[in-house]
């Protein structure tokens, strides 16, 4: 099994915190990756920071918005990008490569996109004009138990679940699924894809497999009335996250791709086409 797909099994999102600080080594590792440039596929980029709430006076952590949902956590993610076009898919797929480095040291972590509030997390970052600041995440050892609060979230978004390979697969058109055995060597991208976390876990990917290239192509279903809850689209973040998965997973198993912009993806319209990976081998 791919190192990948482990560390994707691995990450569930976490909400109750040990008190225990990270070790210093691990965060030392974690914050090379953070301070590192980060590109997305469509050449946007992101900055990451770790925020210590240690650095805040006390009486400000509450006004974080986190709290309730988030016990114990010390140290938050926070993440910024220029608005521009494909930025959010952009930053899902940076900040998720981040979250699963966080999964591979034994961290654990929870995207927020609804559960903060934006404006104290970007006094902190100092965010730029232009720039947007759409979740954060806190980092930490993960608690032996879950809070009561932790519990109902997960069983509300129905966290443990994932839509079957039927709802989310096509081939060739979306009236044909894509079978695991159909998907032959892109199957355990595919998988891995499908674990991917998404905002109410929604999973509002859809990909498209073309049955004469070896190309795939990922549409986002948009929840109605969902995205203009939140100060930024939420479900283009899911689509980068499933976007880092898929990618991640086949680079590890070989396959080469690149992802572009498909004049020609067939258009479906229910559907916003985002983009299309195509195999370069
Ligand atoms: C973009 C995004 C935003 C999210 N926002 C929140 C949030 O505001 N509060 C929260 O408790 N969980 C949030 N989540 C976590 C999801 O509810 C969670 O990923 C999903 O239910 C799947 O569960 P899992 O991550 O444990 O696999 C968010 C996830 C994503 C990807």
New binding site residues.
């Given amino acids: 099994m791919p190192k990948i797909t482990e560390i994707i099994k691995k990450r569930?999102?976490c909400?109750t915190y040990a008190e225990r600080p990270i070790e210093d080594k691990v965060l030392q590792e974690f914050s090379a990756s953070i301070n590192a440039v980060h590109t997305g596929p469509f050449g946007n980029q992101p900055k990451f920071k770790l925020i210590k709430l240690t650095s805040l006076p006390p009486q400000e952590w509450k006004k974080l918005g986190t709290y309730g949902?988030i016990k114990n956590a010390q140290i938050f993610l926070v993440g910024s990008i220029q608005n521009g076009h494909l930025a959010l898919e952009d930053y899902g797929y940076c900040k998720e490569k981040l979250i699963l480095q966080a999964t591979k040291l034994g961290l654990g972590t929870?995207?927020?996109?609804?559960?903060f509030q934006s404006s104290r997390f970007s006094q902190a970052i100092g965010l730029q004009k232009g720039e947007v600041l759409p979740?954060v995440s806190p980092v930490g050892y993960p608690a032996q138990q879950k809070s009561f609060t932790e519990r109902m979230?997960?069983w509300s978004?129905g966290?443990d679940n994932r839509k079957p390979w039927s709802d989310i697969f096509f081939a060739g058109n979306f009236l044909q699924p894509l079978t695991q055995s159909q998907a032959g060597k892109y199957a355990e991208a595919l998988e891995n894809l499908r674990l991917a976390?998404?905002?109410?876990?929604k999973q509002p990917w859809r990909i498209l497999r073309d049955t004469e290239q070896n190309i795939f192509h990922f549409y986002l279903s948009r929840a109605f009335g969902y995205n203009s809850l939140w100060h930024v689209s939420?479900q283009n973040?899911?689509m980068g996250?499933a976007m880092c998965h898929f990618a991640l997973t086949a680079q590890e198993t070989g396959l080469k791709g690149k992802w572009q912009i498909d004049a020609a993806a067939p258009k479906e319209k229910s559907l916003d086409y985002i983009a299309t990976w195509q195999d370069d081998n």
């Fill in positions: 569930i999102s909400r949902v929870c995207w927020l996109g609804g559960t979740t979230m997960r978004a966290s976390p998404s905002a109410s876990n939420l973040i899911d996250i």
